[in-house]
């Protein structure tokens, strides 16, 4: 399978201020049709799973332009540039590359 | 609007079967745009892939839990059905049923708000 982790697992931070998480592959996300297949969902208090990010870099629809995703190969980092009150929750990466779907541990973020 | 609601008993016992359906509204399961899955998420763990089914017949199962789940669908009644058999405690969790984008699978685009299910005597 592949592993993905995450870094760090925990992250607090005043809003406002920027935010970055790393996720890591244990094998490259590219597949041989030129695409990276990670992505990044964002799992509020309470609430399923949301997806913010496809394949690397692509915001899905209505998720705020303050989210940013960049990386290849398998090194990948989500970047948040204005922390929000509303961002708080746990950030997990996926990679769909090949079966099983896995995810990282995911990173708790909290606004102080 | 699509919305995803699973359903299902709260309690099972060990050794018995674990039995969900996912019922479909504001869309229609037999779509060749999408695949349906089920994810799992122990309390106040991570997230784990089940298994994904399509709407041909093609299903997709987590090698981990492959031997003891089952996935099936019911287009007549826009639902779509998880099975787990001889579940433990390990198997406890909230299980969330979703949509997956057939262009990008990883696509996890609408989701349930999820049941969670005890295994417990």
């Known amino acids: 399978d592949f592993v993905m982790t995450q870094t760090p697992l925990s992250l607090s931070v005043t809003p406002g201020q920027p935010a970055s998480i790393s996720c890591k592959s244990s094998q490259s996300l590219l597949y041989s049709d030129g695409k990276t297949y990670l992505y990044w969902y964002l799992q509020k208090p309470g609430q399923p799973p949301q997806l913010l990010i496809h394949e690397v870099s692509n915001r899905f629809s209505g998720v705020p332009d303050r989210f940013s995703g960049s990386g290849s190969g398998t090194d990948f980092t989500l970047k948040i540039s204005r922390v929000e009150a509303e961002d708080v929750g746990v950030y997990y990466c996926m990679q769909s590359i090949q079966l099983p779907f896995t995810f990282g541990p995911g990173t708790k973020v909290d606004v102080k | 609007q699509l919305q995803l609601q699973e359903s299902g008993p709260g309690l099972v016992k060990p050794s018995e079967t674990l039995s969900l359906t996912c019922t479909v509204s504001g869309g229609s399961i037999s779509s060749s745009s999408y695949y349906w899955g089920w994810i799992r998420q122990p309390p106040g763990k991570g997230l784990e892939w089940i298994g994904t089914?399509?709407?041909?017949?093609?299903?997709y199962y987590n090698p981990s839990l492959k031997s003891r789940v089952t996935i099936s669908m019911d287009t007549s009644k826009n639902q779509f059905s998880l099975k787990l058999s001889s579940v433990t405690a390990a198997d406890t969790a909230v299980y969330y049923c979703?949509?997956?984008?057939?262009?990008?699978?990883?696509?996890?685009?609408?989701w349930g708000q999820g049941t969670l299910v005890t295994v417990s005597s």
């Open positions: 089914i399509y709407y041909s017949g093609n299903i």
């Open positions: 979703a949509r997956q984008d057939v262009r990008a699978w990883g696509n996890f685009d609408y």
